[in-house]
């Protein structure tokens, strides 16, 4: 069973950048589809960004398309999620999440592992 554990949350003005990482233990991350998803409050957790195995496909929401980059390496175990040209509209937790289904999805029900989350803020 992996653990997940996010960090690289802050607070940041408007415009700014911040990358947020997942590292996994206890279980192989290569052998796990990841997805970052959000929740700002009053909100439903939703889907941001996912990455197959291997990295080679990755899929992004349309409201961050084009602004945040989603990666990883699994020789160290880590997710990372570039974020740039941050709106006031981003801040929310960010989640990282893992399932072991080798296809990439988008909704949270289809995540075996969560993180406990960490927090950005931009300001405006």
């Known amino acids: 069973q992996v653990q997940l554990v996010e960090s690289g949350g802050g607070l940041v003005q408007a415009g700014g950048s911040l990358r947020v990482s997942c590292v996994a233990s206890?279980?192989?991350?290569?052998?796990?589809?990841m997805g970052w998803f959000r929740q700002a409050p009053g909100m439903e957790r939703e889907f941001v960004a996912d990455?197959?195995?291997?990295?080679?496909?990755?899929y992004y929401a349309d409201s961050v398309k084009g602004r945040f980059t989603i990666s990883r390496d699994n020789a160290k175990n880590t997710l990372m999620l570039q974020m740039n040209s941050l709106k006031p509209e981003d801040t929310a937790v960010y989640y990282c999440?893992?399932?072991?289904?080798?296809?990439?999805?988008?909704?949270?029900?289809?995540?075996?592992?969560w993180g406990q989350g960490t927090q950005v803020t931009v300001s405006s």
């Open positions: 206890g279980g192989t991350v290569s052998t796990y589809t």
């Open positions: 999440a893992a399932r072991s289904n080798p296809y990439i999805a988008r909704l949270t029900a289809q995540y075996d592992y």
């Open positions: 990455i197959s195995r291997s990295g080679g496909l990755t």
